[in-house]
């Protein structure tokens, strides 16, 4: 079984670029540019989209956030004391 490859993998092996995606798959521009950037998880129905622009399934590409989740607690000093 091949390991899941990105949506960023996947365009950069086939030569399609973010405009020629969003196309393929009838999905707005800016939503499939931050999918393939990893700032946007897809929708089942987005993923099957865009899954099916490369002849797979949802299930064979690796899906998610590239960026590091930073958890912050409290409010913030605007607001003063935080718990």
Do not use: N
Request: contains cysteine.
């Amino acid at each position: 079984m091949d390991p899941q490859r990105t949506v960023e993998e996947l365009c950069l092996q086939h030569g399609i670029d973010i405009e020629t995606l969003a196309d393929k798959a009838t999905l707005d521009e800016k939503r499939v540019r931050a999918i393939v950037e990893g700032r946007w998880t897809p929708s089942p129905a987005e993923r099957d989209r865009i899954a099916a622009v490369f002849g797979l399934t949802r299930d064979d590409i690796a899906w998610g956030h590239k960026a590091q989740v930073s958890h912050v607690y409290g409010h913030g000093p605007q607001f003063g004391r935080s718990p």
